[in-house]
């Protein structure tokens, strides 16, 4: 009886182990033997892949490393889950190695007039939600403006929950033909399940600033409902000039029915050279 307790209890044990086991969000599948650039402003370098191995150095924001191995061991921080990876870096002539989590480096970075741009995701918050008087988790991303390694402007945006950081985006776009705009930025997230939101921040940078547009959030659920914003900039089909709209369209289908509900809607930015306001 005594061991039939024990191979019960252990069972039990693995059922759970099972069940808790964590899987990492798919933004943070860095490829080996790509080079990659730390986004936190200090990362810790480590001995072993683990939170509690021997700290061997710390790198600041902007630094390249490169990926050499991409360890088993996952660790989860709030609603951001990354596995560890293998680097080496360059420090004025000595080369090192170590270990660093992969939630602590940029999903995207870019390089445009002298300006390194990172994409990160930085922390994990709780967010009330007024209408239904709860909180929710929310990861809370953003955007580095970089030159000769020091910062000169950083924006922080919300991006989800976990669910929503399976793929990434970050491009440079050009000024959308904005008055006083040196180039755009777009920084997006998104899952691979239905009903889970995605996510796209605009930003536009001038005189050294960065400046975020309303966010985009698009949804859909199997044919059944679907929620799509976007923009159209002056330089597009239908643009007005130093104007941005931002078109909203969502789909519900009856579920007795099976007719479609097609609803449309747009509001009007003005920019001034500076800022943007509703017309």
Not at 59 to 78: C, P
Not at 167 to 184: C, D, K, M, P
Request: charged fraction near 25%; proline fraction near 2%; glycine fraction near 8%.
């Amino acid at each position: 009886m005594k061991s039939l307790f024990t191979v019960l209890f252990l069972f039990m044990v693995q059922v759970f182990s099972a069940q808790e086991e964590t899987y990492a969000n798919g933004i943070f599948g860095f490829e080996e033997n790509k080079p990659q650039k730390i986004f936190t402003d200090w990362t810790r370098i480590r001995r072993e892949p683990n939170v509690n191995a021997e700290v061997l150095d710390s790198l600041q924001s902007n630094q390249q490393i490169l990926i050499l191995k991409k360890e088993d061991a996952v660790l989860k921080l709030g609603e951001r889950s990354s596995n560890w990876f293998k680097i080496s870096y360059q420090k004025g002539d000595r080369t090192s190695e170590g270990y660093v989590w992969g939630g602590n480096l940029s999903v995207g970075y870019r390089n445009k007039n002298g300006f390194d741009f990172l994409f990160g995701l930085s922390k994990t918050v709780d967010r009330k939600d007024k209408k239904f008087k709860d909180t929710y988790r929310q990861n809370v991303a953003s955007i580095k403006v970089i030159e000769n390694n020091t910062l000169v402007d950083e924006v922080f945006f919300d991006t989800g929950s976990g669910e929503s950081l399976n793929f990434a985006v970050f491009s440079i776009e050009s000024g959308h033909q904005l008055q006083n705009v040196e180039l755009t930025l777009k920084a997006a997230v998104s899952g691979e399940a239905c009903g889970i939101a995605a996510y796209t921040q605009y930003l536009v940078f001038r005189n050294k600033k960065l400046i975020a547009l309303p966010q985009l959030m698009n949804v859909a659920d199997a044919g059944i409902f679907y929620h799509s914003e976007n923009f159209v900039f002056p330089n597009d089909k239908g643009g007005l000039p130093n104007t941005f709209i931002l078109k909203t369209e969502e789909m519900e289908q009856n579920e007795d029915t099976g007719k479609e509900k097609v609803s449309r809607s747009s509001k009007a930015y003005l920019w001034d050279g500076n800022y943007y306001k509703m017309k």
